[in-house]
C-alpha cells in the first residue's frame, strides 16, 4: 500500500491499473464534452429566446410610443379647436352691449378660459419615460414644465466639467487673439518652456524661433545661421536646454538658456539614427527624444546625445529580413499625460496610432480617409489634452476623440492650418502669418 492509500501490488497489477485509469479517463472525457456542448446548446437556445422575447418587447414599445403621441396629438388638436371657439365667442360677446346676460355670458367665458389654460398647463407638464430595468413606459407629470428652456439648459451646460466627453459635445472653439510679430512666416509648433512659462514658436518660414510671455505679449525672437526649417521643439528641464527639430537639416540642435546652438543631434540619411524630413519631436518621460521621422516612415527614439535606442512603427520580419512597417509619412506626435502612450498622426494612411511609449508596441489603431465626422483626412497634428482626448487637426477641422478612438467633436477652422498644440482650454492653430490662439467655450 503506497502513503496516498492505493494499492500498489506487483509490477503487473500496476499496469493493469493504470490502463483501466486510462479508460476511465476517456469516458470521463466524453462525458464532460457531451455536457459542455448539452450546455453550450442551452446557451444558445436561451439567448435566443431571450433576443426573440426582446424583439417582440421592442415591438411591443415601439407601438405603445406611437400610440402615446397620437393620443397626445389629438388631445393638443382638442384643445386647440376649443380654443378657437372660446375666440370667436369672445369676439362676438364684445359687440354686444352690457346687460345682465352679457355679464353672464362674460362669466362663462372667463371659466371656460380658466378651464382650457389649466388644460394646457397639465398637457405640458406631462412626460414619458422609460425604465430600462422593467422596459416599461410611464406618463408623468413634470415638477416644473419650463425646467427646460434655454436658460436652464445653458446653467446646466456650464456645470459641465471642463474638457469632459459632455463638455466637448457642446462645447465650439472660439478665437481668443493671434499671437504674431513682424517677421512672422509658416509658424509650425508651439510649446510652453516648464521654467519661464512662456511659449515658443518654431516659424519655419522665416528660420527665427518666437517668444511670447504668459500673456500672448511677444517678448523676443532668436535665429542661427543652421536654422534651415525649424518645425518642433521639446525641453529638457534638468538641463534647461531646448531641441529644435529642423525639417531640411534633419537634425536637432540644442538650444541653451542664452539661445545659443551649442551642439546638433543626428543627420541626414536612412540608417538608425538618421532623420529624413522629420516633423516632429517630444522627450518622453525617461528623457529620450522621440522623433516623428516623416520621410523614412518611422519613429525614432534616441537619447539626447543622438546614440539610437528603439523604433516605434516598425517590425521585425520573421527570418530577419527587413521591416514591416505601419506608418506612413507620419506627422505630428504627442506624449499621453500618464507618459505611457505616444500618439502619432499617421498621415499617409489618414490613421492615428497609439504606441506604448515604454515597449513601442501597439496599443490602439484607428481612421479611415474621408470627410465624414470620425474620418480622417490627412491628419497631420495631433495633441492629447489633460482629460485623456486626443485632439487632430486634419483637413480644415479640429477633431476630438477618446483615447479609444470614439468620435466626440468636430470642429471647422482655417484650412491648411501647419500645426496645433493643446494647453488647458486653449487650442493653438498655426497658420501661415500668425498663430491663433482659440479656447473651448459653451455658448
Avoid at 489618414?350 to 481612421?367: E, K, V
Wanted: aromatic share 6%; net charge neutral; glycine share 6%.
Amino acid at each position: 500500500i503506497s502513503e496516498s492509500g492505493l494499492n500498489i501490488g506487483d509490477p503487473l497489477s500496476m499496469k493493469r491499473q493504470l490502463q483501466i485509469s486510462f479508460s476511465n479517463l476517456e469516458e470521463f472525457e466524453t462525458t464532460f464534452q457531451a455536457d459542455i456542448q448539452e450546455l453550450s446548446q442551452n446557451i444558445n437556445n436561451t439567448i435566443e429566446r431571450k433576443m426573440e422575447e426582446l424583439a417582440e418587447k421592442k415591438d411591443a414599445l415601439g407601438k405603445q410610443l406611437k400610440k402615446i403621441l397620437k393620443d397626445k396629438l389629438e388631445l393638443h388638436e382638442n384643445w386647440r379647436s376649443q380654443s378657437e371657439d372660446l375666440i370667436e365667442r369672445i369676439d362676438d360677446e364684445k359687440l354686444k352691449e352690457s346687460s345682465a346676460q352679457h355679464i353672464m355670458e362674460m362669466n362663462t367665458l372667463g371659466n371656460s378660459f380658466g378651464s382650457l389654460i389649466s388644460k394646457m398647463d397639465r398637457m405640458c407638464a406631462e412626460k414619458v419615460s422609460f425604465d430600462p430595468n422593467s422596459l416599461s413606459l410611464n406618463l408623468c407629470k413634470q415638477s416644473n414644465p419650463m425646467e427646460e428652456t434655454k436658460v436652464a439648459r445653458k446653467a446646466s451646460q456650464n456645470k459641465l466639467p471642463a474638457l469632459s466627453t459632455d463638455f466637448y459635445k457642446v462645447a465650439t472653439l472660439e478665437e481668443v487673439r493671434k499671437m504674431k510679430w513682424q517677421n512672422c512666416l509658416q509658424p509650425r509648433c508651439a510649446a510652453i518652456c516648464p521654467w519661464t512659462g512662456q511659449i515658443w514658436v518654431c516659424s519655419s518660414g522665416s528660420r527665427e524661433i518666437a517668444i511670447f510671455d504668459s500673456d500672448d505679449t511677444f517678448v523676443h525672437s532668436f535665429t542661427n545661421s543652421a536654422f534651415l526649417f525649424p518645425c518642433s521643439i521639446a525641453f529638457k528641464i534638468e538641463t534647461k536646454e531646448a531641441f529644435v527639430l529642423d525639417k531640411r537639416q534633419s537634425s536637432i540642435f540644442v538650444i541653451s538658456p542664452s539661445y545659443q546652438v551649442t551642439r546638433s543631434i543626428g543627420k541626414g540619411g536612412k540608417k538608425s539614427g538618421c532623420l529624413n524630413s522629420p516633423a516632429a519631436i517630444l522627450l518622453d518621460n525617461k528623457g529620450r527624444l522621440v522623433v516623428s521621422d516623416h520621410g523614412n516612415d518611422r519613429i525614432q527614439v534616441l537619447e539626447t546625445d543622438g546614440t539610437f535606442v528603439a523604433y516605434i512603427g516598425l517590425h521585425h520580419q520573421e527570418g530577419g529580413k527587413g521591416y514591416l512597417q505601419d506608418l506612413s509619412s507620419p506627422g505630428g506626435i504627442a506624449l499621453s499625460v500618464d507618459g505611457r502612450a505616444v500618439a502619432v498622426a499617421d498621415t499617409g494612411n489618414n490613421r492615428i496610432r497609439i504606441y506604448s511609449a515604454n515597449s513601442g508596441r501597439s496599443l490602439q489603431c484607428f481612421g479611415m480617409r474621408g470627410r465624414a465626422n470620425g474620418q480622417l483626412e490627412k491628419p497631420i497634428d495631433l495633441s492629447w489634452d489633460t482629460q485623456g482626448h486626443l485632439l487632430v487637426l486634419d483637413e480644415g477641422r479640429v477633431q476630438v476623440f477618446t483615447e479609444k478612438g470614439d468620435f466626440l467633436r468636430a470642429q471647422k477652422v482655417t484650412e491648411h492650418l501647419n500645426g496645433m498644440s493643446a494647453i488647458g482650454q486653449c487650442v493653438l492653430l498655426s497658420d501661415t502669418y500668425s498663430v491663433n490662439k482659440m479656447i473651448w467655450k459653451i455658448k
